[in-house]
């Protein structure tokens, strides 16, 4: 593996977007609906700037000459940026983005660390198309249940096997179709089947 893949949190979190053209409305688009600040700064003297990145968790930085690219990148490490991407410029990047599959809470993403990225796209196709568009919905099945069986099945492993039991079981099929009340009612009813079951 040569690069580690990881999740940011984007809750309460400002990103920031230097430049415009192709590639920086890519990188905005992948933030459509996601619960962060999204900050876009035009490639100019403005974002050589530090102090405007300060407490910013993501910063890419669009197709630009590479002495800008590289003066923006400094500028936004000396602020407190916690992670930079310079398109098309993998020695300038702190990270590489992924192709990426949004369900919402499930998220796929798919990396090349800026070798391949057609690879990278196509896989996703493949993954997008795989994948139900109801995910999200079945994550929040599970989440829901997660402290209701630990309440009712202290024993991690007990708990676990009805967990993924959810994720064989009608439930599962009923939350992917966006019934996520019809499915927690009939987990409930699995749950207290199996509290009352001797064990």
Request: glycine share 8%; with cysteine; charged share 25%.
């Amino acid at each position: 593996m040569d690069s580690f893949p990881a999740f940011v949190p984007l809750t309460g979190r400002r990103v920031i977007i230097v430049g415009s053209g192709r590639e920086a409305e890519e990188k905005a688009a992948l933030f459509t609906g996601a619960p962060c600040q999204l900050v876009r700064l035009p490639a100019d003297e403005r974002a050589l700037r530090p102090e405007l990145y300060s407490g910013v968790a993501l910063v890419f930085i669009g197709d630009c000459d590479p002495a800008y690219a590289e003066a923006a990148r400094a500028a936004a490490r000396v602020g407190g940026a916690m992670l930079v991407n310079c398109v098309d410029k993998p020695a300038l990047c702190d990270f590489f983005t992924p192709s990426i599959v949004d369900r919402g809470a499930v998220v796929g993403a798919v990396g090349t660390t800026g070798r391949a990225p057609g690879l990278a796209r196509r896989l996703r196709t493949e993954i997008d198309a795989r994948w139900p568009k109801g995910l999200s919905w079945l994550a929040e099945l599970i989440s829901t249940m997660k402290p209701e069986a630990r309440s009712v099945l202290p024993e991690f492993d007990a708990r676990r096997d009805f967990l993924d039991s959810l994720l064989d079981g009608p439930e599962a099929a009923m939350a992917l179709d966006g019934d996520v009340q019809g499915a927690l009612e009939r987990a409930r009813e699995t749950l207290r089947a199996r509290e009352s079951s001797p064990r």
